[in-house]
């Protein structure tokens, strides 16, 4: 079993910035996958950022270049900047150890962008 805290999220103004953490723990192999997907109402989840335990980012085409995610053993952390109404949204913590391996989520977090 793996555990997923997740914190961060809030209120912030078109342009700002703000940093989600995501800490693993539990059952937690040499070889992982964390990172964040986002679900905004009326839209399907989708991709924010991913990394690898051995350091590989994957970006979402709609947060390349305005995020940043980075890895610390098996905490993550998101690096909002430049952020608009459209990053509105809840954004769940995701773990997965492996491939093949089923993931665990977060109970999730909201982020709001708006004056």
């Known amino acids: 079993q793996v555990q997923l805290v997740e914190s961060g999220g809030g209120l912030v103004q078109p342009g700002g910035s703000l940093r989600l953490s995501c800490a693993a723990s539990?059952?937690?192999?040499?070889?992982?996958?964390m990172g964040w997907y986002r679900q905004a109402p009326g839209k399907q989840r989708e991709l924010v950022a991913v990394?690898?335990?051995?350091?590989t980012a994957t970006y979402g085409d709609s947060v390349k270049g305005r995020f940043t995610i980075s890895r610390d053993n098996a905490k993550v952390y998101l690096q909002m900047n430049s952020l608009n109404s459209e990053d509105t949204a809840v954004y769940y913590c995701?773990?997965?150890?492996?491939?093949?391996?089923?993931?665990?989520w977060g109970q999730g977090t909201q982020v709001t962008v708006s004056s």
């Open positions: 990394i690898t335990s051995g350091g």
């Open positions: 995701t773990f997965k150890n492996g491939i093949r391996a089923s993931p665990y």
């Open positions: 539990g059952s937690i192999f040499s070889i992982y996958t």
